[in-house]
């Protein structure tokens, strides 16, 4: 990134003799840009005059290194995808072909989903429905999801939908299987472009996007485009969560643009796992208010308690007592299972609470394992496996479950891969766990003091557990850390 970035600055003084106005606001976008935000919000007119007279400033239509829009100084490859993403969705709210479903865990986004993919298939049997995610696990997940919301139970009131259900409706969306969002587009090989693009579009009449707030402006940008006329594009995530690693908080910009819009924009908000874990519903639903209003979260409420353990001591003691289920697992098929069971989320990769540390540790006190859990860090479209894939390894193979079965693989030919007792917050996006444990830092300046700690980093990190939380780190901290919140500047 320094790199391109330093590029793109030598290139505005070398060929646009760039004024040191200019530069200056170049570094501010691209200072920017490494924090998340698409643009650079200019509030002084006598700069915003000075950049207009600039030639290497350009304005909506003009191809420039940067375009100025408004008050917003962008670089203009983002300017173009941002103006892609609005161009595409405009259309398709125009022709009333775009819709958002939004909700925390356990308020029924999929089933939601499922009711209104069976109206669609009664009107018309012969739809084609591509459903897809940002990662392999988010993937794997949406299709369990589905699976599960189409089983009806007695019992279920929310289920008996699905008994009055046309039978061949309900074979076609039990045959339905999600894929990560690259396997949709078509990758190819060292390129940042897709197979599927706006001349060669997708052949689907609904096509359905899960845990969207991982998705980053590029890449909302390249899928809105392959979309093609006449489909209907479903857009599901929980607004609330982490935005994308990457550039722009997309998911949440178009919610918050839609959100008066009924014929749009639906947020359920009626926690249907109350009943099994109301410590985690409560925590989360504070955390929310604390955002707003930054009042205290607090971790002694008798039904937070309920499901959420906040711990000062004894870390590795019960970390490693949760994970004897791993280390004694007999096969592969147990331990990928086992994945499923517990997991560490810390808040950054160094110091000592991080993953780099603890995971360190973890396998010093695990000793002599046969299967290990690992997590892979960078793309492989050969071997098909992604960023964010976690498996299990033992001495020749590693084993992951991609769409509905175990694949395994040579540990020889394994791109980059980390141990995954313990992974990022981030990187547990799209999972869901019946343990979790949270480590915070004990103090700030001991960890990443450039982790920026906010309330969406706890509320995604709590409601990947089903069951229970426990909580390791500052109290201070934690619940300081809950009055902040990320702010991604965009024009969306």
């Not at 707030?213 to 969560?241: E, I, R, T």
Request: with cysteine.
């Amino acid at each position: 990134m320094e790199n391109l970035n330093d590029f793109l600055l030598n290139y505005l003084q070398t060929k646009y003799n760039a004024s040191e106005t200019v530069i200056d606001h170049a570094k501010k976008v691209l200072e920017q840009l490494e924090k998340g935000s698409v643009c650079f919000k200019i509030e002084n007119e006598t700069v915003i005059e000075e950049l207009k007279k600039s030639s290497a400033v350009g304005t909506k239509n003009e191809i420039r290194p940067l375009i100025l829009d408004g008050i917003n100084l962008y670089i203009q490859r983002y300017y173009i995808y941002q103006t892609g993403i609005i161009n595409n969705i405009d259309k398709m709210v125009k022709d009333g072909r775009f819709h958002i479903i939004t909700g925390g865990p356990g308020t029924g986004k999929t089933t939601s989903l499922a009711k209104i993919l069976a109206e669609k298939l009664n009107e018309n049997i012969e739809q084609n429905i591509l459903l897809a995610a940002p990662t392999g696990k988010a993937a794997y997940r949406m299709n369990e999801a589905l699976r599960f919301s189409l089983k009806y139970d007695e019992k279920k009131e929310h289920t008996h939908w699905v008994k009055n259900t046309d039978q061949k409706v309900l074979e076609i969306l039990n045959k339905l299987e999600s894929k990560t969002l690259h396997r949709l587009l078509g990758y190819i090989h060292l390129s940042v472009n897709f197979k599927h693009t706006s001349e060669n579009p997708l052949n689907a009449n609904i096509i359905v996007i899960d845990e969207c707030s991982m998705v980053d402006l590029p890449m909302m940008s390249k899928l809105l485009d392959a979309v093609p006329d006449n489909c209907n594009l479903f857009l599901l995530g929980d607004k609330n969560q982490l935005a994308s690693v990457e550039v722009g908080s997309v998911f949440a910009d178009i919610c918050e643009k839609y959100k008066r819009d009924g014929r749009i924009y639906k947020e359920l908000t009626e926690n249907h796992r109350a009943k099994d874990a109301p410590g985690i519903v409560k925590l989360s639903n504070q955390i929310l208010k604390a955002k707003e209003d930054k009042s205290d979260i607090n971790f002694d409420d008798e039904i937070i308690c309920k499901n959420i353990e906040y711990r000062k001591e004894d870390k590795y003691d019960t970390l490693i007592k949760n994970f004897e289920g791993l280390f004694n697992a007999r096969n592969k098929e147990e331990t990928l299972n086992m994945l499923k069971k517990f997991q560490i989320l810390c808040t950054t990769k160094t110091g000592i609470n991080g993953t780099e540390q603890i995971n360190k540790k973890i396998k010093e006190l695990a000793k002599k394992v046969r299967f290990t859990p690992i997590i892979i860090t960078e793309n492989n479209y050969e071997l098909k496996l992604f960023n964010g894939d976690v498996g299990v390894k033992d001495e020749k193979e590693a084993h992951f479950i991609i769409g509905e079965e175990i694949k395994s693989f040579s540990a020889l030919t394994l791109p980059a891969h980390e141990l995954a007792y313990a992974i990022t917050i981030h990187k547990s996006q799209g999972s869901e766990y019946d343990c979790i444990a949270v480590v915070y830092p004990n103090d700030i300046k001991q960890d990443d003091s450039k982790t920026f700690l906010t309330g969406e980093l706890l509320y995604t990190a709590i409601t990947r557990a089903k069951k229970k939380c426990l909580i390791f780190g500052s109290k201070d901290i934690i619940v300081n850390s809950c009055k902040n919140t990320i702010s991604r500047a965009s024009g969306i």
